[in-house]
């Protein structure tokens, strides 16, 4: 079944950009998503790709998809204190989920 | 409002006396899941629903019920807690097309002492 892989820490400057990086393991993932957890709330969709595609932009982010590695990235740009939280990559096969550990963004001042 | 609701958010309890966590979802929609989140392990999937009296296990159904009687509805039965079962456990709902992305309940923090 799908694997998927994270780091679990990453600190940024605040302006600076910020890359969470994510592997999976099955190629047929048909959606990658991008969800982002707020201390204390459930997970938010911030963005996802469809597995033809190899980049995604909406507003300051940036998803970039290498199929051959099966790597995915989330680029955020002007990175600010309110993006600090835990940003989650899922792979979708079918109608199964399968989530990261999720990697912990701390943004310092 | 779109809304995934759960309760009770805090729970704590001590071993063996059964519990139930309550998921409500008013999006119409076919799938519903339970999930749980332990640091460094992300979400794991407990059990899941593809419509009414229809479900499946997921990852970690061990010591988990569930049961889908009415749409809107997937309540996650502990019959005996147990330690090991303290975590943050999340309902998810989704409509099974290709795209559509799961929406999450706010998350319930359990305790089993």
């Known amino acids: 079944g799908e694997d998927v892989e994270q780091s679990l820490f990453l600190s940024v400057r605040e302006g600076d950009s910020s890359v969470i990086n994510c592997t999976y393991t099955?190629?047929?993932?048909?959606?990658l998503y991008w969800y982002k957890q707020e201390p204390g709330a459930g997970l938010q969709l911030l963005t996802y790709?469809?597995?033809?595609?190899d980049m995604k932009q909406d507003q300051r982010l940036t998803v970039l998809l290498n199929k051959k590695d099966k790597h995915l990235s989330l680029r955020i740009a002007d990175t600010q204190t309110g993006d600090s939280a835990i940003y989650f990559c899922?792979?979708?096969?079918?109608?199964?989920?399968?989530f990261g550990p999720g990697t912990r963004l701390s943004v310092l001042p | 409002e779109a809304q995934v609701t759960q309760n009770p958010r805090y729970l704590i309890t001590v071993t063996g006396k059964k519990l139930t966590v309550t998921c409500s979802q008013n999006?119409?929609?076919?799938?519903m899941s339970w999930y749980r989140q332990d640091p460094g392990l992300g979400l794991r999937q407990i059990y899941y629903s593809m419509n009414v009296e229809v479900t499946d296990k997921g990852d970690v159904p061990e010591g988990y019920k569930v049961s889908r009687k009415e749409k809107r509805n997937f309540p996650l039965i502990l019959e005996s807690p147990s330690p090991n079962q303290t975590s943050l456990y999340f309902c998810?709902?989704?409509?099974?097309?290709?795209?559509?992305?799961?929406?999450f309940g706010p998350g319930t923090r359990l305790t089993v002492l």
């Open positions: 899922a792979g979708r096969v079918g109608q199964n989920f399968v």
């Open positions: 998810a709902t989704w409509t099974g097309a290709l795209g559509n992305e799961q929406f």
């Open positions: 790709i469809f597995s033809n595609m």
């Open positions: 999006m119409n929609h076919e799938y």
């Open positions: 099955d190629s047929s993932s048909t959606y």
